[in-house]
């Protein structure tokens, strides 16, 4: 043995000794009085979603998951990050997610259809997020009970059912992890009163936005988060003005990150329309104070949510608003003043009350549609990171209240109960995802007039043989839209599996007409007319194909197979 040799066996020893050293450290520093607190976290959400694992995955998840060709097949990896979420599934989005497109390439490749392994992954990055807040309120405030019951609240509370459930949503929870733990970091660094070019915390803290944002676009808030973390907690300086230069000289860095994001999803991922998903002017794109009012109606119902979580559901249809005069425009507005003017009133004297504010309206405004219209008005996701600031409030008044009146054992029977009831009600929530079908029927009785809940019901129907049923569906949401053409798409493919061959035909052919680039359908017609023996009929329709998706390579040697038909 050489001499290089024995130097490289003892380099690769006291690097391996540096970082068992490293860990050992990281575990010592996890007290014993928090390791039962993670523990418990752990095990409350996991008994508030342990019924989910069976549930089927459907709706949304067939767009970005079941259906989406990219997490299949690790070769299209770099179209992860060129391409729009559900490209793979050939449809057109602003969601821009590389780095969850990862996750679920990485699940397929575990699980492909077992829905167990999906929801079981679903349940521990919410658990993970938890977690995360656990470890950065207790950084924040140096007060375990406060982040302890915090993150209990976060865990467990029915709003996040959605969020949790439904497993297309867990960028909920990754951009959440990211975020969390990039205002850990920032803390650490702000606590050891290191410059912030020699603190490895700060330079970990700026990587992990990165990752948050290829993780999902409402990570964006930690923009605000950082500075308001900063500003209200962590700077020393006395006055306003030598807070706020501060924060600066710390924060711009975070801040051109940012800003370089928002470059890019105007020009090169621009996928649709990021700054309206509209993609068209009307009243609520074309003016701000339509915006503004429907986000006041909003409000009323995010405060039902946060304090009395009772039927809860997807799929909310909640109208412009038009008028302040409108009793929940009114009363929204009123819910947003009285809440900023708590914010700035008590900044100096209860920093945590402006903080929890705070934290609310940044984590809000991406789904306010104040700034940016986006697809939805109102979801009960859109709630996921924007409670905690709600939730410290509440702990830290209620913790505030029992301290000075003696009663903590009181408080925590209270909060027991609380944690107990909620579990309860997730648990019921999770049945309502059980089956396709249940969650449809569901759902219509709220939305009888939705084409797209109409539509994915039909198509339940039909993928478990309940043809009539699927039919009279079909032709219920074509009514509702009659240029539709995934509508037609379904109802021939029905027709087709009943035997109702010319329908089947005419009905694939009236959604081509209306979207000449809706490959499912000349993935259909082609299929059927392989199968009837017209060939020709079949080969234009896998030209089609291939004009869409030239990389099709299953595609190419079909066509090979029809030519050869053609030419004996």
Same mark, same amino acid.
């Given at each position: 043995?050489?001499?290089?040799?024995?130097?490289?066996?003892?380099?690769?020893?006291?690097?391996?000794?540096?970082?068992?050293?490293?860990?050992?450290?990281?575990?010592?520093?996890?007290?014993?009085?928090?390791?039962?607190?993670?523990?418990?976290?752990?095990?409350?959400?996991?008994?508030?979603?342990?019924?989910?694992?069976?549930?089927?995955?459907?709706?949304?998840?067939?767009?970005?998951?079941?259906?989406?060709?990219?997490?299949?097949?690790?070769?299209?990896?770099?179209?992860?990050?060129?391409?729009?979420?559900?490209?793979?599934?050939?449809?057109?989005?602003?969601?821009?997610?590389?780095?969850?497109?990862?996750?679920?390439?990485?699940?397929?490749?575990?699980?492909?259809?077992?829905?167990?392994?999906?929801?079981?992954?679903?349940?521990?990055?919410?658990?993970?997020?938890?977690?995360?807040?656990?470890?950065?309120?207790?950084?924040?405030?140096?007060?375990?009970?406060?982040?302890?019951?915090?993150?209990?609240?976060?865990?467990?509370?029915?709003?996040?059912?959605?969020?949790?459930?439904?497993?297309?949503?867990?960028?909920?929870?990754?951009?959440?992890?990211?975020?969390?733990?990039?205002?850990?970091?920032?803390?650490?660094?702000?606590?050891?009163?290191?410059?912030?070019?020699?603190?490895?915390?700060?330079?970990?803290?700026?990587?992990?936005?990165?990752?948050?944002?290829?993780?999902?676009?409402?990570?964006?808030?930690?923009?605000?988060?950082?500075?308001?973390?900063?500003?209200?907690?962590?700077?020393?300086?006395?006055?306003?003005?030598?807070?706020?230069?501060?924060?600066?000289?710390?924060?711009?860095?975070?801040?051109?990150?940012?800003?370089?994001?928002?470059?890019?999803?105007?020009?090169?991922?621009?996928?649709?329309?990021?700054?309206?998903?509209?993609?068209?002017?009307?009243?609520?794109?074309?003016?701000?104070?339509?915006?503004?009012?429907?986000?006041?109606?909003?409000?009323?119902?995010?405060?039902?949510?946060?304090?009395?979580?009772?039927?809860?559901?997807?799929?909310?249809?909640?109208?412009?608003?038009?008028?302040?005069?409108?009793?929940?425009?009114?009363?929204?507005?009123?819910?947003?003043?009285?809440?900023?003017?708590?914010?700035?009133?008590?900044?100096?004297?209860?920093?945590?009350?402006?903080?929890?504010?705070?934290?609310?309206?940044?984590?809000?405004?991406?789904?306010?549609?104040?700034?940016?219209?986006?697809?939805?008005?109102?979801?009960?996701?859109?709630?996921?990171?924007?409670?905690?600031?709600?939730?410290?409030?509440?702990?830290?008044?209620?913790?505030?209240?029992?301290?000075?009146?003696?009663?903590?054992?009181?408080?925590?029977?209270?909060?027991?109960?609380?944690?107990?009831?909620?579990?309860?009600?997730?648990?019921?929530?999770?049945?309502?995802?059980?089956?396709?079908?249940?969650?449809?029927?569901?759902?219509?009785?709220?939305?009888?007039?939705?084409?797209?809940?109409?539509?994915?019901?039909?198509?339940? /129907?039909?993928?478990? $043989?309940?043809? =009539?049923? #699927?039919?009279?569906?079909?032709? !219920? &949401? %074509?009514? @509702?839209? +009659? *240029?539709?053409?995934?509508?037609?798409?379904?109802?021939?493919?029905? /027709?087709?599996?009943? $035997?109702?061959? =010319?329908? #089947?035909?005419?009905?694939?052919? !009236? &959604? %081509?007409? @209306?979207? +000449? *680039?809706?490959?499912?359908?000349?993935?259909?017609?082609?299929?059927? /007319?392989?199968?009837? $023996?017209?060939?020709?009929?079949?080969?234009?329709?896998?030209?089609?194909?291939?004009?869409?998706? +030239?990389?099709?390579?299953?595609?190419?040697?079909?066509?090979?197979?029809?030519?050869?038909?053609?030419?004996?």
């Amino acid at each position: 043995m050489n001499s290089i040799t024995i130097f490289c066996i003892c380099d690769i020893k006291i690097k391996l000794l540096r970082y068992n050293r490293y860990v050992s450290a990281l575990i010592k520093n996890i007290s014993a009085k928090r390791w039962p607190c993670i523990l418990l976290i752990i095990l409350v959400g996991a008994i508030a979603y342990h019924n989910c694992l069976a549930n089927e995955m459907f709706w949304d998840d067939d767009d970005f998951i079941n259906h989406n060709r990219f997490i299949r097949d690790f070769h299209y990896w770099p179209l992860w990050f060129s391409q729009n979420l559900v490209a793979g599934s050939y449809l057109v989005s602003n969601y821009w997610r590389p780095l969850l497109l990862t996750v679920f390439a990485i699940e397929w490749h575990f699980w492909q259809n077992w829905v167990y392994g999906w929801h079981a992954v679903s349940i521990g990055a919410h658990i993970l997020a938890a977690i995360t807040l656990y470890f950065f309120l207790n950084r924040l405030f140096a007060w375990n009970l406060l982040a302890l019951l915090t993150a209990l609240l976060f865990v467990v509370h029915p709003v996040h059912n959605e969020a949790v459930v439904y497993v297309n949503s867990m960028g909920d929870s990754l951009a959440t992890i990211f975020v969390l733990s990039s205002l850990l970091a920032y803390t650490r660094f702000r606590q050891s009163s290191k410059p912030a070019w020699a603190s490895r915390s700060y330079w970990l803290s700026l990587l992990l936005l990165g990752l948050g944002l290829l993780s999902k676009e409402t990570a964006f808030v930690l923009i605000g988060l950082l500075p308001l973390t900063d500003f209200l907690l962590l700077s020393k300086a006395k006055s306003f003005w030598a807070r706020s230069l501060q924060v600066f000289n710390a924060a711009w860095p975070f801040v051109g990150v940012g800003g370089i994001y928002i470059a890019l999803r105007a020009t090169v991922l621009n996928f649709s329309n990021s700054f309206n998903f509209y993609n068209e002017n009307n009243a609520f794109t074309s003016h701000l104070s339509v915006r503004l009012m429907t986000f006041f109606k909003a409000m009323v119902q995010y405060t039902g949510f946060l304090f009395f979580p009772y039927q809860l559901r997807v799929e909310r249809q909640l109208p412009w608003g038009q008028s302040l005069l409108e009793w929940d425009v009114l009363l929204g507005g009123l819910i947003v003043g009285l809440m900023l003017f708590c914010a700035f009133k008590y900044w100096k004297t209860k920093p945590w009350i402006s903080f929890g504010l705070g934290w609310f309206f940044i984590a809000i405004a991406p789904a306010s549609n104040v700034l940016v219209p986006i697809n939805a008005v109102i979801y009960e996701h859109f709630l996921y990171m924007p409670m905690i600031g709600i939730a410290l409030i509440v702990v830290h008044l209620s913790l505030d209240w029992a301290q000075k009146h003696n009663t903590i054992p009181t408080l925590l029977k209270i909060f027991s109960v609380i944690i107990i009831i909620f579990c309860a009600v997730n648990i019921h929530r999770n049945l309502d995802w059980r089956t396709s079908i249940g969650f449809y029927e569901q759902l219509i009785t709220y939305r009888p007039d939705d084409y797209r809940v109409i539509n994915n019901l039909g198509m339940e /129907y039909a993928n478990n $043989g309940f043809h =009539d049923k #699927a039919l009279k569906t079909y032709l !219920k &949401a %074509i009514a @509702l839209d +009659p *240029n539709n053409p995934v509508a037609y798409h379904n109802i021939a493919g029905t /027709y087709r599996d009943t $035997g109702h061959i =010319d329908l #089947a035909i005419q009905n694939f052919n !009236k &959604a %081509i007409t @209306l979207n +000449p *680039n809706f490959i499912f359908t000349y993935r259909s017609l082609a299929d059927l /007319y392989w199968k009837l $023996g017209k060939y020709q009929e079949c080969r234009e329709c896998l030209l089609q194909i291939l004009r869409i998706d +030239p990389s099709d390579e299953n595609t190419r040697r079909a066509l090979q197979e029809v030519n050869a038909r053609l030419n004996p």
